[in-house]
């Protein structure tokens, strides 16, 4: 109990959060909630987080986990164009930088997008207008924030697309999208991202769409910009190899809610949540002696609108009878602090979880 | 984007040959075949055999095929003469053909009709536009509302509803009830607040029914738009929302409704049959109308031509709009 209560503060209980947030960004108690035909579909439900200037974090989980929901979230886009009446329903606090956003003015909110934090989409052919030229579209992010001429602007859109190195930038400035191959094509959408030098930079999937080789040049970029700028980033990826390599911190997201966060090498060398261990199984390795196969982690994600009860993970979780007296298939777990800054919601004990990834997951992998 | 010019110009006049041809051969080899004297029906059926000789020879019927098309092209460009024996008949260029029946060529009647279809036409196009896009993009803006729901209804109607119902409707009450607006078609050069007070209905009649199939194609493709990555890319940017959706979207939302123009103003430029009729304007609809009624091929072929040189026009200027519009079409 009082493992719980001490989680309880440290996240950010709805009680104790009225007070303005000390960190750059500090996502408290999120929800997300679409009201649908079927029912409500809680895409986000309480997700609690804080990130450090010049610090990553990596959003870890599987399709329909509520990564990209969480992103989309803190920039404010469920809100901004929502017409019709089914509008997402958005409870919680995010404090960027001492402002909260989801209580701010939209016409506020709407003035940080793209200034103070700036997003890079997935599929960057479909996330640039095909009408437009990448100068054209640079500019534009450019002057909505500065007070600049045209030419000046121009300027700067060549500018920063010689930073993510794209070649000739004084000629490709005038190029189509649909003339620029998919990796030139992040490139471009990345600096358009950087171009008002965002303090937070969201990174939604920004390399599923591209081929390996293409993959890390990618990854190296906002790296080494992120050293440039000292941009908090936030990196959102189904894949471990992708935050391993960026991440200081890793968030791991089943059925809306955080399962495990932590440094990223605790997460990944000491995980604490059998999802995690199941994230890690199905990942391939070339550090290891090759295995038979990978494992999967079997069954499917979790209706977000009947979320199973107790644990979301239970249905899928090989452990679940570990705990006593049903606890997983009736109680929620909350998130316990099981190391240092290192927090897992499960509901087995310390020592069980540390037996069964010591003795049977580790050896595997 | 030359060169895309280039080749859809080329592309054009190869089509214009094509369809000179096949609308001779609708009008002249077709009845051949059948086994339909084409000289009857140019002069009518109550006509003595000398006349109907006369026109056989003047026509070149008995020729061979490639004659006959040869001396149709060459009228087009260059006037033609119908002789037989004494009797000769001069069409001056360019020569649509002429009717033996009324005793005119057919050119002068098209020029004669054409303004009045382009000012119906054009007129209407402009309400529809204005109006169409306007309810479908505020449709598509408020999905779901009583607005939308309302104006989608009226739109339902506009479509479904034929036009000698509505312009006899609106003539019953605008014009002979409530008096506000007159009947009767003025020439553009006799008086500008005549013509514009008689083309109120008709303008209203027409862009009703193309306003509604605008409004429902503006609020599929606006939704459909809206719907895109790249408009919650411009929304990340922290643009405003008025210049995301005027900007971003309504760009996106403007190809296919001006496809849909080019065709609509191309067959409408060959005449608002139903319309012109019901409000008695005498466009070519009317003059293709009562052609028809008379059997008078000549002018029939004319109109024929026109409209599909109308549409071939029309969807000239709309694929040259497409290319500054959508720069990957440039490429193709």
């Known amino acids: ?365 | 984007m030359l060169a895309y010019l280039i080749r859809r110009l080329f592309a054009a006049a190869v089509m214009l040959v094509v369809i000179i041809m096949v609308v001779f051969g609708i009008f002249f080899l077709v009845p051949k075949w059948a086994g339909v004297d084409i000289a009857l029906s140019f002069v009518g059926k109550q006509a003595d055999p000398a006349a109907v000789a006369g026109v056989r020879e003047k026509l070149g019927l008995s020729d061979p095929i490639y004659m006959q098309v040869w001396e149709f092209f060459k009228g087009i460009f260059a006037g033609r003469t119908y002789s037989a024996g004494g009797d000769v008949t001069h069409c001056a260029a360019p020569c649509f053909g002429y009717s033996f029946k009324s005793e005119q060529a057919v050119w002068p009647v098209l020029t004669d009709r054409f303004p009045v279809t382009l000012g119906l036409a054009l007129g209407a196009a402009v309400l529809w536009l204005v109006f169409g896009v306007a309810a479908g993009v505020l449709s598509a803006l408020k999905r779901g509302s009583l607005w939308d729901r309302s104006a989608m209804v009226v739109a339902l109607a506009g479509v479904s509803l034929p036009i000698y119902f509505t312009g006899m409707l609106s003539l019953a009450i605008f014009a002979f009830g409530l008096k506000w607006l007159n009947a009767q078609y003025v020439p553009l050069d006799q008086s500008f607040t005549g013509w514009f007070g008689g083309m109120i209905l008709p303008w209203i009649t027409l862009a009703f029914l193309y306003a509604a199939m605008y409004a429902r194609i503006t609020r599929a493709t606006m939704l459909e738009v809206l719907g895109e990555d790249y408009i919650r890319t411009a929304r990340a940017k922290g643009l405003r929302e008025q210049t995301v959706i005027g900007k971003h979207a309504m760009r996106s939302t403007m190809t296919p409704i001006l496809t849909m123009l080019g065709m609509d103003l191309g067959a409408l430029i060959g005449g608002a049959i139903l319309t012109e009729s019901t409000f008695n304007l005498p466009g070519l609809g009317r003059a293709v109308l009562d052609a028809i009624r008379n059997q008078d091929l000549p002018i029939i072929l004319g109109v024929t031509l026109i409209t599909s040189l109308a549409v071939l026009l029309a969807n000239l200027v709309v694929d040259i709009l497409y290319a500054v519009i959508d720069p990957r079409v440039r490429l193709a």
């Not at chain 1, 999120?30 to 990553?56: A, I, N, R, Y």
């Not at chain 1, 994230?279 to 609108?305: A, C, F, N, T, W």
């Open chain 1, 1 to 365: 109990m009082t493992e719980l209560s001490k989680s309880g503060a440290a996240v950010g209980e709805p009680t104790a959060a009225s007070h303005a947030a000390t960190a750059f960004l500090e996502v408290r108690d999120l929800k997300v909630h679409f009201p649908t035909d079927d029912g409500l579909v809680k895409s986000v439900d309480g997700l609690s987080f804080k990130l450090e200037k010049g610090k990553t974090l990596g959003i870890v989980g599987e399709s329909g986990s509520g990564k990209s929901v969480t992103s989309l979230g803190i920039m404010g886009l469920h809100t901004a164009g929502q017409y019709g009446k089914r509008k997402a329903r958005i409870s919680g606090e995010i404090w960027l930088n001492g402002t909260e956003l989801l209580s701010a003015d939209p016409d506020h909110v709407r003035k940080l997008r793209g200034r103070d934090m700036a997003m890079i989409f997935q599929d960057p052919l479909s996330a640039l207008h095909p009408y437009y030229t990448i100068g054209q579209q640079i500019v534009e992010a450019y002057r909505i924030h500065h007070n600049v001429d045209k030419k000046t602007a121009r300027k700067r859109a060549v500018e920063m697309l010689d930073r993510v190195g794209i070649p000739q930038p004084d000629k490709r400035v005038d190029n189509y999208p649909h003339e620029f191959s998919g990796g030139m094509r992040q490139r471009a959408m990345i600096a358009m991202s950087l171009v008002n030098n965002p303090e937070l930079l969201i990174a939604d999937e920004p390399t599923t769409a591209l081929d390996v080789t293409v993959q890390a040049q990618i990854l190296d970029l906002i790296r080494d910009l992120q050293k440039e700028f000292g941009s908090a980033v936030i990196i959102i990826t189904h894949d471990l190899g992708v935050v391993a390599e960026l991440a200081d911190d890793i968030l791991v997201m089943y059925g809306g809610r955080c399962v495990e966060r932590g440094p990223a090498d605790k997460v990944f060398y000491e995980p604490r949540h059998p999802y995690t261990w199941g994230l890690l199984g199905s990942m391939p390795r070339l550090d290891r002696e090759q295995q038979d196969r990978l494992i999967p982690v079997k069954g499917s994600p979790p209706s977000l609108i009947n979320v199973p009860s107790g644990c979301a993970f239970n249905p899928r979780c090989p452990y679940a009878d570990v705990p006593k007296d049903n606890l997983t298939r009736t109680v929620r777990p909350e998130l316990t602090e099981v190391g240092s800054d290192h927090w897992a919601a499960c509901h087995m004990t310390q020592e069980q979880r540390e037996r069964i990834w010591t003795e049977e997951i580790a050896p595997k992998l």
